[in-house]
């Protein structure tokens, strides 16, 4: 199949088929849709909420996220008015940090220039940090029943099986392809609804491995299902190598309380709280693959490491005392193996940077934290 030309990429959508296709997807929808908390409202707020915490996430792990968020924060004034922690505080262990700050920038922005009036259209909405075209196409469906197109992981891997997309459709080429083909789809009326309905079918039926084609209300205008190349399709995108490192995060201690800084901007996790936290040097040679001994004292070369680049961040002398547990994670492309260390040091409390808190435990949960930093918070807290 060529796909030189997008009209002969469209063709079994001709007009006929299209109008049966989107009669069968609206049965299908309205006899299928889940009850989602985000689906009772047309409040772009709302929308907008509920869209930008999906993204990376699952429908599972959002659903209590965005009631909490929605309780704190119920309308964009209230939210506009938040400081940045108590957002990112609710917004922790969704990762993607940065969404929420853009959440917040957006708040202040409709707030102090639009009134906290959404705008309906695609183009004014995308001048607003965080929102995308699929973001801005869903809150103009969604909320307002605009005919906007929307392309995201879920209808992605829809359009392409519809198509028989032979090429990553995360290519530049392939997404041109998509954004034609789910404008090329849309009703000029119930805009929105068609479009939850090619989401929920997305999610729903035509899921990554093992599609429910028999059931698919898209099966008899579906090239893949025709080719039988459901398992094919979409194709890969090229595989993201994974790279491994070691980091250390220190837990300072003065007196009973514990040193947190604030990540600064530009930085991973910007705007959240964290022990001290950097990538230990040649962790090869101070790191055996079995892990340290906890019941043993930190080898006094690591320690000067630690000692050494503890000072540089916060300026204070500190004593790297014990190992305490390593915590492994990842983040984007990095695996990552955690070694978190207690230290101490004669430090005043009272005399620390910009940026730096003494804190203690019992307020650690007043603080937004990395997941990582909030499980070395609650070991630090049973101790
Ligand atoms: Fe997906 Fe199968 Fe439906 Fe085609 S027929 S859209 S592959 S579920």
Not at 139 to 155: G, K, L, M, Q
Not at 245 to 274: F, H, K, T
């Amino acid at each position: 199949m060529t796909q030189s030309s997008e009209p002969d990429l469209f063709e079994p959508f001709s007009s006929v088929e299209l109008t049966k296709f989107r009669r069968a997807l609206r049965r299908w929808y309205q006899r299928r849709a889940r009850d989602l908390p985000w689906r009772r409202t047309g409040d772009p707020y709302r929308i907008w909420i509920s869209e930008i915490m999906l993204q990376q996430t699952t429908v599972a792990a959002v659903v209590p996220y965005f009631e909490r968020f929605l309780d704190r924060f119920p309308d964009v004034e209230e939210l506009a008015t938040a400081e940045e922690g108590d957002v990112l505080r609710l917004w922790e262990g969704l990762g993607y940090y940065s969404r929420a700050r853009n959440i917040h920038r957006s708040a202040r922005q409709l707030v102090e220039e639009l009134n906290g009036v959404f705008p309906e259209t695609v183009d004014e909405l995308i001048k607003l940090p965080g929102i995308g075209r699929y973001t801005a196409g869903a809150i103009v469906s969604f909320a307002f029943d605009r005919p906007a197109p929307i392309v995201e992981a879920n209808t992605l891997r829809l359009y392409s099986r519809l198509l028989a997309l032979d090429e990553n459709p995360r290519s530049t080429h392939g997404q041109r392809v998509l954004w034609a083909f789910a404008e090329h789809l849309l009703p000029r009326r119930s805009a929105g609804e068609f479009n939850q309905a090619l989401m929920e079918l997305g999610s729903q039926v035509c899921t990554p491995t093992e599609p429910e084609c028999p059931k698919c209300p898209a099966r008899s205008v579906c090239r893949a299902f025709a080719a039988g190349r459901q398992s094919e399709i979409p194709v890969a995108a090229p595989r993201q190598q994974i790279t491994a490192i070691v980091e250390a995060a220190v837990a300072v201690r003065s007196g009973d309380q514990y040193l947190l800084r604030r990540n600064p901007e530009g930085q991973r996790w910007a705007g959240m709280w964290d022990f001290l936290r950097f990538p230990i040097e040649d962790a090869d040679r101070h790191i055996p693959e079995s892990g340290l001994d906890s019941t043993r004292p930190v080898p006094s070369r690591l320690a000067r490491q630690l000692e050494r680049t503890s000072q540089d961040m916060a300026g204070i002398e500190i004593r790297a005392n014990r190992f305490l547990t390593e915590l492994r994670h990842g983040v984007t492309r990095y695996r990552i193996r955690l070694q978190c260390f207690l230290a101490e040091t004669d430090a005043s409390a009272n005399r620390m940077a910009d940026g730096f808190q003494w804190v203690h435990p019992d307020a650690f949960s007043d603080y937004p934290l990395s997941v990582t930093g909030r499980k070395l918070a609650r070991l630090l807290e049973a101790m």
